[in-house]
């Protein structure tokens, strides 16, 4: 319904992101991170069908990882790159 003060929508988003870097020699790079993410959203949005109603629409989100990359120069144009990661979605909640 338009223009109807009951309609409203709310996003939220946090993270932190931890990085570290460091060179050997020129020929080696390191790299190695934590993260974690928080997403949550609420909406409220009235409908005029009989009955009227209002609609309410949520989402939570929660996930935290690591990754862990390691590259090697070979020769000038060349690298060769080896790495993983792990991610946990720890909360992952939506609904109407």
Do not use: C, H
Request: charged residues 25%; proline residues 4%; aromatic residues 18%.
């Amino acid at each position: 319904m338009f223009n109807d003060p009951n309609e409203n929508s709310t996003d939220e988003r946090a993270y932190l992101d931890l990085n570290y870097e460091k060179s050997f020699n020129g020929d080696w790079d390191l790299m190695a991170r934590l993260y974690y993410d928080y997403a949550r959203y609420s909406g409220n949005y009235p409908y005029d069908y009989p009955p009227r109603t209002l609609n309410k629409d949520y989402g939570y989100g929660q996930w935290a990882g690591t990754e862990i990359k390691a590259t090697k120069k070979i020769w000038d144009k060349l690298k060769l790159t080896v790495g993983t990661e792990y991610t946990l979605n720890y909360q992952q909640d939506s609904g109407n």
